[in-house]
């Protein structure tokens, strides 16, 4: 049965704005914990009946929908190729993992990056996801947190400053806002910024709630 009036207005617009949409770029290597939580914490969002759809809140994104093995041994296809991510894209989180600085290094996931900073859209990166960010030109004149382990890895591309072992929001009025820090269980500091950055701070407190973070 079609709604009528407001309720069939209001279906057509449900059915047309998803609301905001994150990609997560993974890749061969990329840890399984990293994408779990940003997962975990973003599908909610958009309903659970879009989890995994094009509608979903969180869409896995990578250069091929070939299937990758990630670094525990888990085997996880991407949802879309890069050049299929919506047009209206709201932001990108980039996960850590083994092999992450060689993905860096790619042209398409390059091309990719250099779209969203084009665009001006937030990215939260995480643990080894700091050395993508790096190589895809992210990070220079940034302030960017990591794990100590990669310190001085990431002063190689020529930040502002980085603090190892802490999350860290560089929101400056010209440029993106970039949210950064460890990976693992560390990532959900950067995760829930970027909520609050695109749904606001309640849906990130609650976001948080549901994992059992203050």
Do not use: N
Request: some cysteine; glycine content about 14%.
């Amino acid at each position: 049965m079609i709604p009528a009036g407001d309720d069939q207005d209001q279906a057509i617009a449900t059915a047309a704005d998803p609301g905001p949409q994150v990609a997560i770029v993974v890749y061969p290597g990329v840890s399984e914990l990293d994408v779990g939580l940003m997962l975990g914490l973003l599908t909610p969002l958009g309903g659970p009946a879009s989890a995994g759809t094009p509608d979903a809140a969180a869409l896995t994104v990578a250069r091929t929908r070939g299937s990758v093995l990630c670094a525990a041994g888990l085997v996880c296809t991407p949802q879309l190729i890069y050049a299929a991510a919506p047009p209206a894209l709201a932001g990108v989180l980039i996960p850590g993992g083994q092999g992450a600085q060689k993905v860096g290094r790619d042209p398409a996931t390059r091309a990719f990056l250099a779209q969203a900073r084009a665009a001006r859209l937030p990215v939260g990166m995480v643990g080894g996801g700091l050395l993508l960010a790096g190589e895809s030109g992210l990070l220079g004149g940034r302030a960017v947190g990591c794990p100590a382990a990669l310190a001085d890895t990431v002063w190689g591309y020529s930040p502002d400053d980085v603090r190892p072992g802490e999350m860290v929001s560089d929101t400056p009025p010209d440029a993106a806002a970039i949210y950064s820090g460890p990976g693992g269980l560390g990532a959900a500091p950067v995760v829930l910024a970027l909520i609050s950055h695109l749904w606001g701070h309640e849906q990130a407190r609650q976001a948080a709630a549901r994992i059992g973070l203050p």
